[in-house]
């Protein structure tokens, strides 16, 4: 495969991210050396040398002296305690965030999320579905649906520059929420959009939100299992009478 453009490491270094992307290049695999670049790609040393060091430090990759460079382990995190915006989530693990919006509608729901909204089968709500990337690679589908008695102007929102969850956020604070996590297999389109394999299992985070005691929006969000993990912690409370340690030493 011939470099078409300068700079030339970071051709290599696109060539190689694409490779990832795809899944050409899956986690923990090994990449070629600096030595088999500059065989098969034609390029200098250095050249090979900066973009794996690059790619290295940007996250893509994991050099291991001695052995060679491996594709990261590119699992993205979310709290399963907390409904979060993530493209915060991508921002602080220092990654470039970026998404694209596959259907922005109003339609009418099926029964069982109409019955999951407390709305009648009949009404007509908003309906997002999109994909989130993490350094170009889709980490999540969301799929969500929005009533716009209580956000009215969601309809005409442009998605491609705010996510839901920020936008939903800014025009009412979320008060209460329900997640659901379940391992599925999704659905070829689904499975497509998330670039994984047809009858690869993926996480699914189903939620509802309330607003004033009603709930305003059911969402499904879809997660590739094998680059996708979910975290919770939990303190519970403590009694205020409760002895310390060191009155009991």
């Given at each position: 495969m011939m470099l078409r453009k300068t700079p030339?490491?970071?051709?290599?270094?696109?060539?190689?991210?694409?490779?990832?992307?795809?899944?050409?290049l899956k986690p923990s695999q090994r990449?070629?050396?600096?030595?088999?670049?500059?065989?098969?790609?034609?390029v200098s040393r250095m050249t090979a040398n900066r973009a794996l060091r690059e790619l290295n430090d940007e996250g893509y990759l994991d050099r291991k002296a001695g052995i060679g460079s491996f594709v990261?382990?590119?699992?993205?995190?979310?709290?399963?305690?907390?409904?979060?915006?993530?493209?915060?989530?991508?921002?602080?693990?220092?990654?470039?965030?970026?998404?694209?919006?596959?259907?922005?509608v109003k339609k009418i729901v099926p029964k069982d999320i109409a019955k999951a909204m407390n709305i009648n089968q009949d009404m007509e709500v908003?309906?997002?579905?999109?994909?989130?990337?993490?350094?170009?690679?889709?980490?999540?589908?969301?799929?969500?649906?929005?009533?716009?008695?209580?956000?009215?102007d969601f309809m005409g929102q442009n998605f491609s520059l705010v996510t839901p969850?920020?936008?939903?956020?800014?025009?009412?604070?979320?008060?209460?929420?329900?997640q659901v996590v379940k391992a599925v297999i999704?659905?070829?389109?689904?499975?497509?959009?998330?670039?994984?394999?047809?009858?690869?299992?993926?996480?699914?985070?189903?939620?509802?939100?309330?607003?004033?005691?009603?709930?305003?929006?059911?969402?499904?969000?879809?997660?590739?299992g094998d680059r996708y993990e979910l975290v919770g912690h939990y303190k519970p409370p403590q009694e205020k009478n409760i002895t310390t340690l060191n009155k009991l030493g």
């Open positions: 030339r490491y970071q051709q290599l270094k696109e060539l190689i991210i694409d490779q990832i992307s795809s899944g050409a990449v070629p050396s600096e030595n088999q670049l500059v065989v098969s790609m034609g990261s382990d590119l699992k993205s995190t979310s709290h399963l305690l907390e409904v979060r915006n993530i493209a915060d989530e991508v921002a602080l693990r220092g990654h470039e965030y970026s998404s694209r919006v596959i259907e922005h908003a309906h997002i579905l999109l994909v989130h990337y993490e350094n170009d690679i889709p980490i999540q589908i969301e799929d969500r649906f929005v009533d716009t008695s209580f956000a009215p969850s920020a936008y939903l956020s800014s025009i009412a604070p979320l008060q209460e929420a329900e999704p659905e070829d389109s689904i499975s497509n959009l998330l670039q994984i394999d047809q009858g690869q299992p993926c996480l699914l985070i189903t939620r509802r939100t309330w607003v004033l005691s009603k709930p305003v929006t059911y969402g499904r969000f879809f997660h590739p």
